[in-house]
């Protein structure tokens, strides 16, 4: 079959899950939408958020860019042009989402063109676009480096996208209507990583300073019956991470 097909068919099996099986969804969706969440992820074609996270229309407020980044406010660099900065805005004064979930995922293209620049060229061509915005994850490939001189390459890619995530959560808490949000107690920041070797899904534990599984991967025995025994249960770290 044809991609564009694939595509329309795609549309076709939408409408009929949706607009057929559950009419009452769209109903209250045409007014409006009220996400609880804002989730900040990759373009990667393999890491699709709703997808991922089995989200219904709606449920998603949804950014994504290379590499999962959220810039600091104060990045002049980039003027007020900002679709990344608007997108946190609206979510959290507009929608008023209880939590923002950053997801990194492992493999990701924009963490090893990071890592691959030279790490002081600033040289920023006019029609290189990628350099200049991966660069805002460049304290998480310091951090790499610093710690983790003799390290292989895979092992220094997956540090750096998880220092990443750690970067653009930071940078969150510099807008001040995020900040002031965690501060009222009506927002929660996270930092997630879509491990898509292993098939896991992995969350930032201040408490251990580490990123944890949240679910852990199919084992062989639990893969022909889908079981949910794979998931273990939620303790207080876990707790913790998913802001509970
Ligand atoms: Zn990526």
Redesign the pocket.
Known sequence: MHEIERLLKGFERFQRRYFEARPELFDALRTGQKPQTLLIG???SR?DPGLLLGCDPGELFTVRN???LVPPCGDGASGRLHGVSAAIQFAVEQLHVVRIIVMG?AG????RALLAHPQNDDTNAPQDFIGPWVRIAGPARRMVEQTLPNASPAERQRACEQAAILVSLRNLESFPFVREACERGALTLHGWYFDLQAGALLAYSERADDFLPLVCPLTPEARPHRQPSNRPSIDSGQAEMLGS
């Open positions: 990759c373009s990667d890491v290379v590499a999962n995922h990701c293209g924009g963490i």
